[in-house]
């Protein structure tokens, strides 16, 4: 009787899984990537919907490769400026070259430096710019093969022209852009566009009033110390080459000053 009440105890351990057992925890580091892909997205529709093309352009040059793609561009006035971190007249402080008598696109360093120099200037890039922060909205630069850009563009409550001739806010715009235009001996280049007209126009007159546009440019420079022999070539464009893609949005309504390269086809 005794060795019958001597039986073993058997004491059964539940084995635990760590972790949430067969679940585990990995899908809560999925999700996380998830979250953060679709704040990323979210902040990407709004930045493109929250700024302007110009603004885009200084974005997508800040985030260019470290050999510059895009020579272009663009004239906004927030912190980028359409500034590049590549460009060459930040390269020299960085030990990354300098002036040298390579090419580029057709031109020498020298020349691009000296470019890229007055869009500083009109853009205030490291400094004062040439044009308060109301001029500055009519303002897009961009360095180009031909070279270097500078277009003038309607506001929709600030046109550059009326009936033909220049409005004081043009003539403003030129007034504080003419001693940069004077300091360089590049020829210039003048184009003028116009915003396409309504379907039911009886008698277009794209083609007239861009030439007039531009001549009407041509003859507000005068006076401002630009002599005629430095104008290389007068164009009227029409509502050709449309700066948005609205074709009747003021915007298209411009001129372009171009200060060309010394090898460019006039």
């Not at 930045?47 to 974005?59: C, D, H, I, M, W």
């Not at 890039?125 to 009519?138: I, N, V």
């Amino acid at each position: 009787m005794s060795g019958e009440n001597k039986r073993p105890i058997i004491i059964k351990r539940k084995k635990v899984v760590g972790g949430g057992g067969h679940h585990g925890g990995a899908w809560k580091v999925a999700y996380a990537d998830f979250v953060t892909a679709m704040m990323a997205f979210f902040m990407l529709m709004w930045l493109l919907n929250a700024t302007t093309e110009n603004q885009r352009k200084g974005l997508a040059d800040y985030f260019s490769p470290t050999v510059a793609l895009s020579r272009t561009s663009g004239g906004g006035d927030g912190a980028l400026g359409g500034r590049t971190i590549s460009s060459d007249s930040t390269a020299v402080d960085v030990g990354r070259g300098g002036v040298t008598s390579t090419t580029f696109h057709g031109s020498t360093e020298a020349e691009n430096a000296e470019l890229e120099a007055v869009e500083a200037a009109l853009l205030g890039r490291g400094g004062e710019s040439l044009l308060d922060q109301e001029q500055l909205r009519h303002v897009a630069v961009r360095l180009t093969d031909e070279g270097l850009v500078i277009e003038l563009f309607d506001l929709p409550d600030r046109p550059l022209f009326e009936q033909g001739d220049a409005t004081p806010t043009l003539r403003e715009l030129l007034g504080s852009v003419a001693p940069l235009l004077r300091e360089q001996r590049n020829p210039l280049a003048l184009s003028a566009f116009t915003a396409a007209e309504p379907v039911v126009t009886r008698v277009p007159r794209g083609w007239d009033l861009s030439t007039e546009r531009a001549q009407a440019l041509r003859r507000t420079l005068l006076p401002l110390e630009i002599p005629d022999g430095r104008i290389a070539r007068l164009t009227g464009h029409a509502d050709r080459r449309p700066a948005d893609r609205n074709p009747l949005s003021a915007r298209n309504n411009r001129v372009e000053i171009t200060l060309l390269r010394a090898g460019s086809n006039p």
